[in-house]
């Protein structure tokens, strides 16, 4: 019977956590910790832990802000390669009362005792300063990532890009309804865009009229319109 670490070998030693760090240094770190692995299919919530940090393996996870209204305020994204470091929690996790998370694909997730990160182990010293070296990194790219999502889904950016999908799409189905092949999600994923934004200016395109947008359908509602938005 394989242990958690040998079932998950692979894609710990391809976590930016643990560069820099043999199969063997790794195993003695987790084995020296509380730790464990969850896997989670699209559209699981994946939930939180008070004393856990939580570092994504593989796929992707959100996080959202659950709101007293009933509405989730989409936060951010985590992916192994743009930030897979979720939370760094010790007491109360996450600066939001109501703070949710959900898979948008099917995802491998790391939850990791913080202590272990944060306090000197004896023995472990080394590896521990390797995993704390890995942890400002995975800070530093994540603050360069969030600098250039705010860049991405600011108005002008984001209506360029759904413009400019929406012409490739009518060009090539010349069709009063246009089939978006792509899941909202994944076309958040194709556009480099949160879903929200998206969303938003979907919604701009309905207000005036130019467009109905059900799920992967988008009925042209005026087709002049229409044309003169996607050409401008």
Same mark, same amino acid.
């Given at each position: 019977m394989f242990s958690e670490f040998e079932i998950y070998i692979d894609y710990l030693m391809k976590s930016?956590?643990?560069e820099g760090l043999t199969a063997s240094e790794i195993e003695r770190f987790l084995n020296s910790t509380n730790y464990n692995i969850k896997e989670f299919k699209t559209g699981d919530d994946v939930p939180t832990d008070i004393d856990k940090s939580v570092f994504v393996l593989d796929g992707s996870v959100a996080t959202y802000d659950n709101r007293a209204d009933g509405t989730k305020a989409f936060i951010n994204t985590f992916e192994p390669d743009t930030g897979c470091l979720i939370a760094i929690s010790i007491i109360r996790p996450y600066p939001y009362e109501n703070f949710v998370m959900g898979a948008r694909k099917n995802s491998v997730v790391l939850y990791l005792e913080t202590m272990s990160i944060m306090k000197p182990m004896i023995g472990m010293l080394p590896i521990q300063n +390797? /995993? &704390? &070296?890995? /942890? +400002?990194?995975i800070f530093y790219q994540m603050t360069g990532n969030v600098a250039e999502r705010t860049f991405i889904n600011t108005e002008s950016y984001a209506s360029t890009r759904i413009k400019n999908y929406l012409k490739l799409l009518y060009t090539r189905q010349e069709n009063e309804i246009i089939v978006i092949p792509l899941k909202r999600a994944e076309l958040a994923d194709h556009l480099n865009m949160d879903i929200s934004t998206i969303n938003r200016e979907f919604n701009k395109l309905s207000d005036k009229g130019f467009l109905d947008v059900k799920g992967?359908? /988008?009925r042209i509602l005026d087709i002049n319109g229409f044309k003169n938005y996607i050409y401008s």
């Open positions: 930016k956590l643990f +390797i /995993v &704390q &070296q890995n /942890v +400002i990194k992967k359908l /988008v």
